[in-house]
Structures are given as C-alpha cells and as structure tokens.
C-alpha cells in the first residue's frame, strides 16, 4: 500500500483564517480524495481531487470554502478557508489504489482546531 | 441511496475473549465491502476487505468478516482480543464512492 503524508499534523487557527492542508504520497495514484471527520462522527468526503482538472465536490461542499489543488499524481492540497469554529474536524486524504478506486488508503490526518 | 449501519456504538470486551462487530448496509447489489481500524489520533487503517468470492475474509491483525448476502451483513469478528485492538472500527460500503458507518468504539479490559 502507498505510504501518505500529510502537514500539519495539526494546527490550531482563528477563526477567518485559512489554513492549506498538503498530502504527500510516495508514489503515483490516479485517485486522491478529502475526508472530514468531526468530533466523535464518522468521515464523510469532502471532493475527490482531479489531477489537472477541478476537484469533484460533494453535496454540502464548495469550492470556495474548500478549494483543493491537485498538481501532479503524488501532491494535493486541501484549504480550508475563512474557517470557523464548525470547521474543527480532522481532515484526511487518501488515495485509491491502481486501477481500483475502490480499495482506498489513508493518510494520518490533519486535527484542526478553530478558535 | 447507500449506507452503512453500525448497531453498536460501544463495545466493550476483556482482554481474550471473542469479539463480533455488527455492520449492515443497504445496496441494491452486492457492494465492495471494507473495515478500517482508526487507533487514538491516527488516520485509517484498512483492515480487510469483500469484493466477491469466498465470503469469509481474512485480515490483518487476526480479524476476520464474513459476508452474508441474506442479511446485508459484514460483521467484523477476532477470537480473541488483544489490549491493543482497543480503537474505533469503522464499515464502509465503496459503490461509486466510499460510505462510512458511524463507528464501533471498542475499549478492552485487562
């Protein structure tokens, strides 16, 4: 499976900042994809990130609020913006395996918390 | 549409004995079925997963699932329980996109 890696490990921001999650994986995948997960809840996906095209977002989720990048087949980024104490969550990435979206793997997360 | 029910929201076991985590899903078809394992402030892990065949899955760490088309169930199970599989146990149905359940905390006792 694909080692993932994301920054900050957390964070603690006030509220109407921004704060830009990075995940790093260590080899090339066709699919990345953004998950939160709130205190004491399940994950729920945020938007699938497309190499060299918009992210897929999900219902609930904008790009405004959360805009993704998606450089190249290892990166992605994932900006969490104009924040406020709701967006306390962790954030994870993952990454689907090779020619199989299906089976997916899962960074660390990124625990943020808004003040 | 989709989704994934964990009946238990917290289990509790002693260290050795058996250990049965519930999950049921609603799919028209058979699904791709997963359990991830996410310890204290850790991101996931994949313990095992279904997607056609043998209906009895082996995983890591000792887990085991079984697939039971007639009850739309993925049961996680381990015959017995190590203070180290305390953590949050999580099912999840991949269709076109990954559906989590809500989550088993499971907490062992010595």
């Known amino acids: 499976s694909a080692v993932i890696s994301q920054k900050p490990s957390r964070d603690i921001c006030q509220r109407g900042t921004s704060l830009t999650i990075q995940c790093q994986v260590d080899s090339q995948v066709t699919m990345m994809f953004w998950y939160r997960q709130q205190p004491g809840q399940s994950l729920t996906l945020i938007a699938t990130a497309n190499q060299g095209s918009e992210a897929t977002y999900e219902s609930g989720f904008v790009i405004d609020k959360f805009p993704i990048s998606r450089p190249n087949l290892t990166f992605s980024t994932l900006t969490v913006s104009n924040m406020s104490p709701e967006d306390s969550s962790i954030y994870l990435c993952?990454?689907?395996?090779?020619?199989?979206?299906?089976?997916?793997?899962f960074g660390p997360g990124t625990r943020l918390t808004v003040t | 549409a989709q989704s994934v029910t964990q009946p238990d929201i917290h289990i509790t076991v002693s260290e050795g004995a058996s250990l049965e985590l519930r999950c049921n899903y609603s799919y028209g078809a058979t699904p791709y079925l997963f359990w991830y394992v996410q310890s204290p402030g850790q991101g996931l892990q994949l313990l095992l997963k279904?997607?056609?065949?043998?209906?009895l899955v082996q995983g890591i760490k000792g887990f085991e699932a079984e697939f039971k088309r007639s009850q739309s169930s993925f049961n996680l199970r381990k015959p017995s329980v190590h203070w180290s599989d305390a953590a949050e146990y999580f099912c999840a149905v991949n269709t076109d996109k990954l559906i989590f359940g809500t989550g088993t905390r499971l907490q062992v006792f010595p």
């Open positions: 993952s990454v689907g395996k090779a020619g199989l979206s299906y089976e997916q793997y």
């Open positions: 279904y997607f056609s065949g043998d209906t």
